[in-house]
């Protein structure tokens, strides 16, 4: 009796610890869950940069206007120039200076850091400054070579846009034999205000490329 007892004891022990261990909280052995990961928007791109220059008579002369430049995505400047009182063909060309004075004559040479001979974008020689002709007072192009707010030596910053009174033969130094300087304008960083003269100096501005014609120009 004494044996059959003790064996009976080893069953209900063996018993008790197999109902321990199949009782143990599911949340001892179950995996962790891992959080998705939250997705964020990149950041958008930073706007282009811009610069513009507005265009103001010299003298008894009437034209007036306002030319903008844009940073394109693939490099380059894309111009826009609109002015007033300007019909048939004129000479349009980036400064060297600063400002313009009451004659234009501040706003000295063509801006021409490679110091080429005078000629027309796409082709060799030309300035820097050399835009060519803009006829009924609309102009669209795109500059390849042009910078804005670089500080490089393709930087339009602090350079004048000039008109001139005749077309531009794209060929004679030093201007293209395009006469007198009839409307001038300083090219500011950001956009300029209808309230800059061309007498102010142009401590900012936009980058421009020598071009010509009403469209886009082909690169060098």
Do not use: Y
């Not at 850091?113 to 030309?126: C, D, F, M, Y």
């Not at 007072?137 to 042009?146: C, E, I, N, Y």
């Not at 033969?169 to 300083?186: E, F, I």
């Amino acid at each position: 009796m004494r044996r059959m007892a003790f064996v009976l004891t080893l069953v209900a022990a063996a018993g008790l610890v197999a109902g321990c261990g199949g009782n143990k909280d599911e949340s001892e052995t179950a995996a962790p869950e891992t959080a998705a990961p939250v997705e964020t928007a990149p950041p958008p791109p930073p706007p282009p940069k811009t610069a513009m220059a507005m265009v103001q008579p010299l003298g008894s002369n009437q034209i007036s206007g306002q030319v903008t430049f844009t940073q394109a995505a693939a490099g380059g400047v894309d111009v826009q120039v609109t002015l007033q009182n300007a019909t048939g063909e004129h000479g349009l060309h980036v400064h060297e200076g600063g400002e313009c004075g009451t004659d234009g004559k501040a706003a000295g040479p063509h801006w021409n850091p490679q110091n080429e001979k005078h000629g027309v974008l796409g082709s060799t020689p030309h300035h820097m400054g050399d835009l060519g002709n803009i006829t009924g007072g609309s102009l669209t192009m795109h500059v390849p070579d042009w910078t804005i707010g670089d500080g490089g030596a393709s930087d339009v910053i602090g350079h004048t846009v000039v008109v001139h009174a005749k077309a531009d033969d794209l060929k004679t130094d030093p201007a293209g034999n395009s006469g007198d300087r009839v409307a001038c304008g300083v090219i500011t960083m950001g956009g300029g205000t209808p309230t800059e003269t061309p007498m102010g100096t142009g401590s900012t501005g936009t980058e421009m490329t020598p071009g010509s014609g009403t469209t886009s120009q082909p690169t060098k």
